[in-house]
Structures are given as C-alpha cells and as structure tokens.
C-alpha cells in the first residue's frame, strides 16, 4: 500500500486510489495518551516501521489538538523525532536499498507528518497569551516563545526538525522510487514547510534556523529538479513578506556558492524581469520588495547577475521609481564588484563605460528621488571611476546643486565633495600653478612634433617630399608673383651680407622643409639681384616675364620659379643607408617620448578641467550656504572644509560665506561651522603636542585675521567665532602665550601688521575670557600706548579696543590713570602729524573707552575737545579740520549713549536704594509701587529733557560748534574736500540725533546734500546717519521716506547699496511702513550689480515672512512696474515678477490675486499691460477655485487672447494647472472647458454660445457643456448686480482686514480720472457686433438669444471709469531746495469710509 501526500489534512480519511493509504479510525481525544504510550514503547522494539502502525495515532493527535492539552502534542512531537532518526539509520545503514515499499512508505509518512506537525507548533508559538490579551498591545519586541504555550522550547526544536529531515534528504532517497525520482509532492511538502518557517520575521533573524533551511532548500534545488518551483515560491513571499526579499537573496546566495547551482538565481531574476509595467505599478508593496531583492543579488551574487543584466535593464524605464532606483543600485554594485581594476578586457571596459552612462542619464530623471538615488550610486563608487570620467561625472553635479529638492541638493554636494577626496589628480587643485605646468609641459610636446616631423623628413626621399609639398609651394608662388613689390618687401626675408649661394641654397631647402614656401619664394627671388650669374639667376628672359602682367606670364614665371625650387630642393644631400637606421632608431625614441609626453599634457590638462570645474561650483555653494533647508548647509560646509584642505582656487570666499553662519540661530549649523575651522586650522595636526602645534596655529589665525578683514570684512563674525574658540578650550594657554609674545615681538621674524593682527586676536579672545586682557594692562600700557603708539595710531586704536572688553561693571579708572592720560595726550598731540592716517579710528576708540570705562568721562572729553580746538583753530588745514569735526560728532554720539546708558542707571540704582532704605522706616502701602513706577519715569524724562534741550543749547561745548558744521555743508565750494564734507555731514547727522528740534531745523539741509552732492562719502555717510534719524525720530523723517527711496535709482552702486541697507532694516523692524513706493526696491532684482540683487531676493524673502506684507503690496509692486515712464524693461519685469511671486505659496492669497489680475484687464488699455498681467497670472498657483474663477471671469480678458503672447501665457496657466489639479475628480473636466474656451478666443476672438460649441468640438462632453452653460447664466446675473452698484470697486479683497491692499491708486500713466475701459480690442469690435446682430436677428423668437450675446449688441456705457494702478512719487528737482513729498488725496472711497 501506497502513502500518497494529500491535498489537503482531512483527505487522508478518505482513500482517493485503491491502493493508497487512508486513517481508518480517528482516535479520541481521552485514548490518546494511551496510543502514545503504547507508540513509545514500539519505538524501542520496530525501529522505523513504527510510523506504520501507528501513523493514525500521530494524525488523530493533530485532529484533536484543539482539544487536548499541549503535553500529548508535545509528547507525540518528541516520538516523531524520534522516528525520523530511527528512519535514517535505517536508510543509512542499508544504504537506501531499491525500491523499497516499506521505507518509501515509512519516509513519505514521517516527513509529512514532520511538516504538518511544525506548522502547528509554529502557530501555537505565535499565539498570544492570555496576559498578553488582556493587556492589550505592549511596547517593544513581542517574545515568540511563552512559557504559558509550551513547555518545550520551540527555537531547538524548530531546528532540531530541519536537521533531521535534511538528514533524510541528503541522503540517495531516490533510489526508494521507481523509477528514481522522488515524489515531486513530497518535495513540495517539504518545500512549502520551509517557506512557512521563513515567513516568520524571527525565524528569518536565528542564523542556525535560517542557514538549516537554506541547506535543505539547496538539496531540494540541486538534487530534486525543486529550483522552478523555489523561484515561483520566492516571488510569491517577497510579494507577501517585507523581510523575504533580502533573506531570499541571502538563501539563493547560499545555493550558489555552496551548492554551486546559479540556475535558481538566474529563474528568479526572469521571471522579475517578465513582470508587466502595469503589475509593478499598481503593486507597489510587490515592486519595493523585488527591488530589494535585486539589490541584495548584486551584492551577493554579482557574477551570477551580470549575464542577466540585458533582461533587467528595461525596469529602468518602468513607472515605479524604487524599481529604477534598485537597478542604479545594481549597475553601481555590478561596476564596484565586477567591472573595476586594470585587468578588463575590452569588453568588459566597454559595458563599464555603458554602466556609466546609463547612470548619467539618470541624474536629470524625472524623479527626485531617483536623482538622489543615482547621485549615492555614483558616490559610492567613485574609486571605481576611470579618470577621465570625473569632469564628466563632476559637471552632471554641477548641475544638480541647483534643483528643487533639497535632498537631490544634499547627494549632490556629497558627491563633490567625495570627487575632491578621492581624485587621482593630487593633493593641490590650484589653477594658477597648474596654468604653468601646462604650458610648460604644452611647449615640450611641440618641440618633440617637432623633432619628430624633422626626422620623418630624413628618412623619406627628397622628390617624394616635393611631390608632397608641391601643391602648398604652388599657391605660395602665385601668392608672391600677384602681390606688388612694396609689400613684398615688407614681407621678404631679410638677405644677409655675408651671404653665399650656398648658404642661401640651404636656407631655402630649410624654409621648405619647415613648410614655409612662401618666405622660400622671396629669398629666391631677393637674391637674385645679389648674386646674378650664379646658379640661383634666372634668365634675362625669364626676368622680363615677371615684369608682365598678363596672367598667361605669370603662369609662366610661376612654373619657372617652381622648377628652380625643385632643383634646389633636390640638390640636397641623400643620407646614406647607416643614416637612414640612425634616424629610425631616433624616430622610434621620439615616438616613445612624443607617446609619454602625451600621457602627461592630457593628464595636465583632465587636471585643469577638474580644477577649474570645482573651483566653478563655488557660487553655488555660497548660495546654498545660506539655504533656509539645514542639510544643504552642512553639506556645502563640508565641500568648503575639502576645498580648503585640497587649495581648490577662490576656496577662501566659501570660507567667508561660511563664517557668518556663527550666527545662525540652527545650533546643529553653528556647531558645524565652528567644527569646521577647528578642523582645518586648530585640529589639523592631532598627533603633535600642544607646544609644537601652537606656532603653527598662531600664524594661521593671524593669516586668517588679516584676510577677514581686508577682503571680506568679517572681523565681527571672526571675533565671535576665535570667542568660541577660547570658550571650548580649543585655544590653549600655548597660543595665548605666543601671541602675547608676537604682539610684544619677542618672537623672530614678527612684523608691525602681525604684532596689531596678535592684539586684535587677544582683544577677540578676552570676548569670552575678560582676564586675558585685564591680567595684561601694564604690557599693554608700555607697548601698546608708549613710544610705538605715537608711530602708528592704528596700534594704539587695538590697544583701545582691547581695554573695550574690561566689564564696565567693575572699578572705573580715574581720570589721571596713566592709560587715560596716555590716550589723551595721543588724540591732543597726534592732531598734528598729518602724516599718519590712522588719527580718526583711534579718536573713536579712545572716546568710546573713555565713557565705558572713565568715572568723570565728561571732564575728560571736553578737556581733549578744547586743546584740540585750540590747535586745529591756529593752522589752517582741512585735515586738521576734518579731524575735529569727527571728534565733535563722536562726542556728541557717545555723550547720548553715556547719558542713557550710565547717568539713567545710576540714577534709577540710586533712588531704588533710596525706597528701600525708606521702607525700612516707615511702613509700606499699596501705592509704593506706582509711585516707583511715575518715579521711574520721571527719571527717564529728565535724561531726555537733558539731551533734548541742554546738550545742544548754544552756551554748551557742543551747541557751540553746531553752527560750524552747518557752515561747512552750506559752504561746499569753499570747503571742496571729500573728506571733509563726508565727516561734516556725518557729524551734522549724529548731532540731529540728540534733539528733535535740531532735526526739523536741518533735514531740508541734509537731503540737499543727499541729492546734489557730487561725493559718493557724503552721500553714503548721509544716508546711515538717516537711518538712524529714523529710529530716533520717525514722526520728523515720515514725510522725507520718499526722498530717501529715490537713492536706489542713484547712479552710484555704492549709494544704492548702502540704500537698500538702510531700507531693508528699517521695513524689516517697522519702522518704515511697507507702500507702493516698496517698487524701488523691487527694481533692485535687477539692478547690474550681483550684490544689489542678492541684497533685495533676502529682503523680499525675509518680507514673505512677516505675513502677509509682501502680499499686500503685490499688487502695486506689479502696477508701478507696468508704468511705461517707469522705464522697466519686459525682460526686468519677467525676472523682479518670477522672484516676488515666488515667495506667494498661500492658496487663499494665490487665489485672491488672481481675481484681482483678471479684473485689471478690463481696467487697462495697454497691451503691454495685458501682457504683464498675464504674466503674472502664469507666475501663481492653481487651485480647483482658482480654475473656476477664470472661467467667471473669462470675459474680461477673452479679447486679449487675440494677442499671442497673451495666448502663450494663458496657456502655460492651463498646463500648471492641469500638473496640479489632474488627480483630484472633477477638475479635469474644468481644466478641459478653459483651455477649449481659450482656444476658440485665440483663434476666432468671439464668445457666448459660439464658444461652447467650439469647445464640443475640440473634446468637451455635453455634460460639461452643461455645466459652462449654468455657470455662464450665474456669471451673467452676477455681472448685472455688479452693474448695479458701479460705485463699488472690483478690487476689494475677500479679507476685511486688508482694506488698504486692496484698493489701488490712480494710476500716473495717464493722469486723468475719465479713461473709458476697453473690453474689446480695437481692431475686432466692430466685426464681432455686426456679427453678433446678424445672429439676433436671424432667430425666430427674442428668448432663443443667449443673454451673453444680447448684453453684448448694447451698446458701452460712456461712464468714465478709473484706471486703476499705482502711482509715482514726482521727483524733486535738483535745482531748488529738497522738500518733503506732497500730501497724497486719498481715494473717494477711502475718505467715505474714513
């Protein structure tokens, strides 16, 4: 009898053959511990054949399993064991004897039940206990096994199982069948058992389980014809199971290498390769885990994957991006673990370079994601890269650092700067030295050709030579004979006059043989005046044939010129045959050399290539430096680190781009910005001491210093990053140490700008650490403001600032202190020495210490102010004068400073000590802190009284040279000094800070000189000093804002800069109210100087985010812009729009603008205009509202789509809105009915019902017919109630609380209050009513006329309407005298609702 694998559990009860076995009788479940007992005791006695007899027993106990306790399942498992290895020693012991019926049964039997016994076991291991249901889902990892389930441990016995039946399996059980060949359902049962085991996520994670499985898995493969169904089984658990791809590529790798059959691999990979486009795309759980798989496979089995790769390479095209990332992933692993090193063949090099390929072409995918992918791919196998592959790879980079995700951005960067690490070029990548070695190495190879061409020349025969040369020597020779005598002297060669007619036969045979005929053409014919008679004269004849000028003589003279040439060529010397070998032996040498030389200028020159393509993603990077998206920061600051570290050319900019990131307010970017010059110039050198580190420390932060500071002035930003520094320790007592010692210049080779760059560093340091500088005052006292101090003023400024960073807290220095002393006798005896320029920044200095750090600073100041005074007013001299006027204006900022910051202090210290020592006194009340409060107060109003009234009265120190400064700007012509202007004006500026009175008095004054003055200082100096005005008097500067808009449009670069400065912090801190006159600024986009530009994008970028203040001015940024007397090109308009309508990504706004653009058409009737409009309207985004505006709003721009530019950018709108609106239901038919309705405008410039019917035509149904035309009859009646209240502007905002965005003034292009709008374009409107007249009255009754075309045969209202737009400031003239802008009439509606 036959034991037949079943279907199914339960076909075992019923015989399906005569023949094969059936459970005759299930035994219950209270007679079962008996039956297993009675099976252990056979066990001892029948070996394996037990399993025969008792096999009912073994199944009855997997039929009543859900009824018995887990002991007798248990129980019954351990003498299944038991009979399997009773069943091998059988087999092995008999060595598998020939179709044995009662082991055949017996193994059939005993595997079966095996596997259905795990997979009960299995599922009880997996079943939750009762505390766990009871609790609920806990957090963390599950336990698989429970005590409470199972008393064995199923993790040994789970692999005790898999031993036992590979055991069986690898041994010759074929031979138990007849003919040899295993049951192929036994081999699936077992099969399917180990997927089972593999398809729990545990089970795949025990390696002793997983590699048992795998084994047995690869004897079912290679001996039992199991590898097709294996690959369709693997397909199915990988589509199922997340964990099961790279388990099945672990497994497969397995089979390969162990088994040494790849077929399994190479069936699974097909049949992922024969999956439709349309399955992968809509299983998209299937499509990640193949993908992980092939990834996996590459890595593991790369040989075996290689020869499919053809099958593969398709998926690249499919629509499930992680199937094309996983096959970058596999091209990259394949050129990594295969396809790299010297010993290639050819066809092998040529697949590589296929590989690459295909990976570039990937870098512009249409995927983000993908191009993330493709740039990690790339990354991580750039030591695999042939070399002249790196520009090409590096210039695709390049390219990316500008995309839109942030992510592609982040890959990219990482790529370059992975391309600096790891090039083969060296460890320098600096232009300058490389420009040299080339042309070097350039001028060798040519000498070499050279060589080369002179020797080839050698060994071919001469008259071969000439037959070669012969056509070149006959253009040369006509050339010479049609040129007149003057300029052939002037190109002949010159003749010596110790020529003979030898050595000018061998010139000419040299001249030919270097190729130059023509210079060989003049030699003969110059000598022949020099040596007539000899061998080189023509004939008398001859030379009466070139006086002629008949083309048939020339001719003639040309074959006699080249006939005596060729004698003379020909009459050279032939080398003779031991020459001949010679010369090959030196060609050969030269070939080789040539060969070598070659090597080198192509690698020079791949090196310049590369050099120059990093050094041109600078900008880029500098860009994305300041990127508001983290990642691109960090990886730009790690591509500058390698720059630096490898002198890639113009790395010092990103450096300083770098530095102002100290201040970022991203703790993660500052930490790496202050790890990054800790890298490359305290920590470069790890393994020295600190003492041997330091010099070399010392001297980069002095170079460092020094560059900050002249180039890129970024001495702040320096001095808070050496601050963090000495914070963090990095700067040790070792480089304190020598720098004290190189600003003393104790130490060797210490110039004077590194002994003031090693005390501003110092002066840095003591930001952080006060006593490095309050520990050190004597030193700084004898060097610093002693004997050197009188040589160079800037010294003694550093002193300055170095004593700035003692705390003001503490003990202040008397007024006789030897530093006070020393600084006052500098700023009254340095006056004088007009040979230093260094006076002013130390006077600055000096005054800021003396009221920071002095107790009478008063007494101080007015001392220096009269002896200088004194010695200025004895010598006639502007830069004296100059001087003085700087120290008046500087006291007078510093005394309001003194006065606001110390007096207001201690006066407020003093009377709170006061209050307390009256509360101890006396008892408290509820009113003790308003009276503290109004005291408070009074204080603060008894400081401003005292600097509003006192400070400049004209009795006072300074109110006694206010008069002065006037005098000096109004005399201009008198005082034509830059110098001394740009310091008056200054001054002038900071005394107006004191009183509001001044301030009133003097603003016309100092605006004429901001808008005549000659002097970009003035004008400069003029415009920060208002800047300051502005915060300190913004009710006396509101009327001059516009004054101070109109030096954006300044000729001088440097004043519109320092301009939009100024604008930029006073709108971005509200001092100064955003308005139409905000335009300015907006021109700035495109102003010709890049720094200008960078300038407006951040402020416009910092505008977006404070509200909605960008959006409330749009509108009248866009209407200035149009203004035709503006002067603002369409190109400058295009670019100022597309940066400013970047920053509106609000939907609601988005869609209140657009509104807002479309009434505006009716309001315009410049085609220039409309074209603006329109544009603008292709810059937004569209919403499914948006959409349906336009088609309400359609007739008032279906005229001007007659235009075709109008058209273009219409419909560019459609197509942005079809990207974005196609997968939402609906609106594709919304997207359909615009772009029809559009189309018919274009094209036929008509409306109404004409229009939808069109519109059927080019593919609209009738159900959206329908709905256009319910949504034309609502539009209709909307439009008559409009007509009703025409009072009402069409502009209003949906938002009640943006009434002034909303409304828009009158525009200056035509400055008239009656322009009548414009519906229709001039040339149409005729056609357009006669024709639709014809169509009234052609129907029958009046209803069948559509509403549309009746409103449209009536004729225009004549009502004047306003343009609507924004207008211009008038300019003041520079003749007269500056005022403050007009008072601006406020719109009708404005002042009715006011």
Request: overall charge negative.
């Amino acid at each position: 009898m036959e034991f037949s694998i079943p279907i199914s559990f339960a076909d075992l009860k019923t015989k399906q053959h005569p023949n094969d076995y059936s459970v005759s009788d299930v035994i219950s479940a209270r007679l079962l511990p008996t039956k297993i007992a009675e099976l252990r005791s056979d066990l001892k006695q029948f070996e394996h054949s037990t399993v025969l007899t008792h096999f009912d027993t073994l199944y009855s106990v997997l039929c009543a399993e859900n009824d018995q306790e887990n002991t007798t399942l248990e129980s019954a498992w351990s003498c299944l064991l038991k009979c399997l290895g009773k069943l091998y020693e059988a087999l092995d012991g008999n060595c598998v004897k020939m179709a044995d019926s009662s082991l055949r049964t017996s193994l059939s039997m005993s595997i079966y039940l095996t596997t259905e016994y795990v997979d009960r076991l299995e599922t009880l291991s997996n079943k939750p206990t009762t505390e766990q249901i009871v609790a609920g889902k806990k957090k963390g990892k599950r336990k698989v096994e429970s005590a409470d389930n199972m008393s064995i441990d199923w993790t040994v016995e789970r692999c005790k199982s898999v031993k036992c039946i590979t055991k069986l399996m690898s041994l010759p059980v074929q031979r138990l069948w007849e003919p040899p060949v295993v049951d192929q359902n036994l081999i699936n049962c077992i099969g399917s058992c180990c997927f089972k085991l593999l398809h729990n996520p545990v089970t795949a994670k025990l390696k002793d389980t997983k590699e048992e499985i795998f084994h047995l898995i690869g004897i079912l493969v290679k001996r039992h014809k199991y590898s097709l169904s294996a690959a369709v089984q693997a397909l199915e658990s990988m589509k199922s199971f997340e964990h099961m791809a790279s388990t099945m590529a672990e497994c497969l790798s397995v089979i390969t290498r162990e088994f040494s059959f790849p077929r399994t691999a190479q069936d699974l990979i097909r049949e992922i390769s024969s999956l439709s486009a349309d399955y992968l795309q809509k299983d998209s759980v299937a499509a990640k885990s193949y993908s992980v798989f092939l990834t996996e496979v590459a890595d593991l089995m790369p040989d075996v994957l290689l020869p499919l790769i053809s099958l593969l390479l398709p998926l690249l095209e499919s629509d499930p991006f992680s199937l094309r990332n996983a096959m970058l992933s596999v091209l990259g692993k394949l050129i990594t673990n295969v396809l790299t090193g010297d010993e290639l063949n050819a066809n092998q090099k040529k697949m590589r370079e296929e590989f690459i390929d295909t990976l570039c072409e990937h870098v512009h995918d249409c995927h983000g994601f993908v191009r993330s992918k493709v740039l990690q791919v790339i990354t991580s196998l750039v030591d695999s890269l042939p070399v002249t592959r790196y520009s090409e790879v590096g210039q695709l980079t390049l390219g990316r650092l500008n995309d839109r995700l942030p992510n592609v951005r982040k890959y990219a960067l990482q790529l370059l700067t992975t391309l600096i690490s790891h090039n083969p070029y060296g460890a320098t990548l600096t232009d300058k030295e490389l420009v040299e070695t080339l042309e070097s190495e350039t001028s060798k190879l040519a000498e070499l050709k050279s060589r080369a061409q002179r020797t080839l020349t050698a060994v071919i025969s001469p008259a071969e030579i000439w037959e070669a040369m012969l056509p070149e020597t006959v253009s040369a020779v006509e050339e010479c004979l049609r040129e007149n005598s003057e300029k052939l002297e002037d190109d002949s060669v010159v003749l010596e006059s110790d020529a003979t007619v030898d050595s000018v036969k061998e010139d000419i045979n040299k001249l030919l043989t270097d190729c130059r005929q023509s210079k060989a053409v003049q030699l003969l014919l110059q000598s022949q005046q020099v040596f007539a008679g000899s061998e080189l004269e023509l004939s008398p004849s001859e030379e009466d044939h070139m006086e002629e000028e008949d083309n048939s003589q020339l001719e003639g003279n040309s074959q006699l010129i080249l006939d005596k040439l060729k004698a003379i060529f020909l009459s050279q010397k032939v080398p003779e045959s031991s020459a001949e070998e010679q010369t090959s032996e030196d060609g050969d040498e030269l070939k080789e050399l040539m060969r070598k030389q070659e090597v080198v200028v192509n690698y020079l020159r791949e090196t310049y290539k590369f050099c120059d393509l990093i050094r041109s993603a600078m900008p880029t990077v500098c860009i994305l430096l300041c990127s508001k998206h983290s990642s691109d920061v960090v990886e730009s600051i790690k591509f500058v680190v390698m720059s630096v570290q490898f002198g890639v050319t113009d790395a010092m900019n990103g450096l300083a781009s770098m530095l102002k990131l100290i201040w970022s307010e991203d703790s993660n970017i500052k930490l790496a910005v202050v790890e990054a010059f800790k890298t490359l110039y305290i920590l470069s050198d790890s393994e020295t001491g600190d003492v041997k580190r330091a010099p070399q420390v010392v001297a980069s932060l002095i170079g460092l210093t020094k560059a900050f500071g002249e180039l890129y002035g970024l001495l702040t930003s320096w001095e808070e990053m050496v601050a963090e520094f000495v914070r963090s320790e990095a700067i040790g007592s070792q480089v304190l140490q020598l720098l004290w010692q190189s600003f003393t210049k104790k130490l060797d080779s210490t110039t004077d700008s590194d002994s003031k760059l090693s005390l501003q560093l110092l002066a840095m340091a003591a930001k952080a650490r006060p006593g490095i500088i309050s520990s050190n005052l004597d030193i700084l006292l004898a060097d610093g403001l002693g004997e050197r101090a009188t040589r160079d003023f800037l010294l003694a400024r550093d002193v300055c600032f170095a004593l700035l960073t003692l705390p003001s807290k503490g003990t202040l220095l008397p007024a006789d202190h030897n530093i006070v002393t020393s600084l006052s006798r500098l700023l009254t005896e340095g006056i004088l020495d007009t040979t230093q320029s260094g006076w002013i920044p130390l006077m600055e200095q000096a005054v800021t210490f003396i009221y920071h750090l002095t107790d009478v600073p008063d007494e101080t100041v007015t001392q220096i102010v009269k002896e200088t005074y004194s010695l200025v007013t004895s010598r006639q001299n502007i830069l004296l004068l100059t001087r003085f006027v700087c120290l008046i204006g500087h006291v007078a900022l510093r005394q309001l400073t003194y006065l606001e910051g110390r007096v207001l202090v201690e006066l407020k210290a003093r009377r709170k000590r006061q209050k307390q020592k009256t509360i101890e006194t006396t008892t408290g009340s509820s009113s003790d802190e308003l009276g503290q409060t109004t005291t408070d107060d009074l204080e603060t109003e008894v400081i401003m009284k005292v600097i509003e009234t006192e400070l400049l009265r004209e009795c006072s120190l300074l109110g006694s040279f206010l008069p002065l400064l006037t005098h000096i700007i109004q005399e201009r012509q008198r005082y034509d000094d830059r110098g001394l202007q740009a310091a008056a004006t200054l001054s002038l500026g900071k005394f107006m800070l004191l009183s509001s009175d001044i301030c009133r008095q003097h603003l016309r004054l100092f605006f004429t000189v901001l808008e005549r003055s000659s002097y970009v200082e003035v004008k400069t100096n003029a415009i920060v000093a208002l800047s300051d005005m502005v915060f300190r008097h913004p009710n006396e500067l509101e009327p001059w804002t516009p004054n101070l808009y109109a030096r954006l449009r300044d000729e001088s670069p440097l004043v519109r800069r320092s301009t939009l400065m100024v604008m930029t912090r006073l709108i971005l801190n509200d001092m100064v109210k955003v308005k139409g006159q905000i335009s300015e600024i907006a021109r700035c986009l495109v102003d010709p100087e890049h720094a200008i530009r960078r300038m407006a994008e951040q402020f416009f970028c910092e505008l977006a985010n404070k509200g909605r203040a960008l959006y409330n001015v749009l509108l009248d940024i866009v209407s200035r812009l149009s203004d035709p007397q503006i002067g603002v090109t369409d190109k400058q308009f295009q670019t100022v729009c597309t940066e400013l309508f970047s920053h509106t990504n609000n939907d609601k706004q988005s869609e209140s603008l657009i509104e807002r653009f479309l009434h505006r058409f009716r309001a315009t009737t410049d085609e220039r205009q409309w074209r603006h409009i329109s544009f603008c309207l292709s810059r937004l985004t569209y919403t499914e509202r948006s959409v349906k505006k336009l088609l309400e709003l359609f007739s008032c721009y279906s005229d001007k789509l007659a235009d075709e530019q109008i058209y273009e950018l219409f419909m560019v709108i459609v197509d942005k809105a079809n990207q974005k609106l196609k997968p939402k239901p609906g609106a594709k038919e919304l997207i359909l009915e615009l772009s029809a309705k559009i189309e018919v405008a274009h094209t036929k410039g008509i409306d109404g019902e004409e229009e939808l019917e069109d519109a059927t035509v080019l593919g609209l149904s009738q159900s959206n017919i329908s709905l256009a035309k319910g949504r034309r009859k609502r539009s209709s009646r909307a439009k008559k109630r409009n007509k009703e209240n025409s009072s009402q502007s069409q502009y209003s905002d949906d938002d009640s609380d943006d009434s002034t965005c909303s409304r828009l003034s009158v525009s200056s292009v035509s400055q008239e209050t009656g322009v009548r709008r414009s519906t229709r374009r001039t040339g149409a409107a005729k056609p357009a009513q006669k024709l639709l007249t014809e169509l009234i009255e052609e129907s029958e009754e009046e209803d069948a006329v559509p509403n549309f075309i009746r409103s449209a045969q009536k004729p225009k209202s004549s009502k004047p309407k306003l343009i609507l737009s924004s207008s211009d400031e008038d300019e003041v003239s520079a003749e007269a005298v500056i005022s403050p802008a007009p008072f601006q009439r406020r719109p009708l509606r404005q002042r009715n609702k006011s």
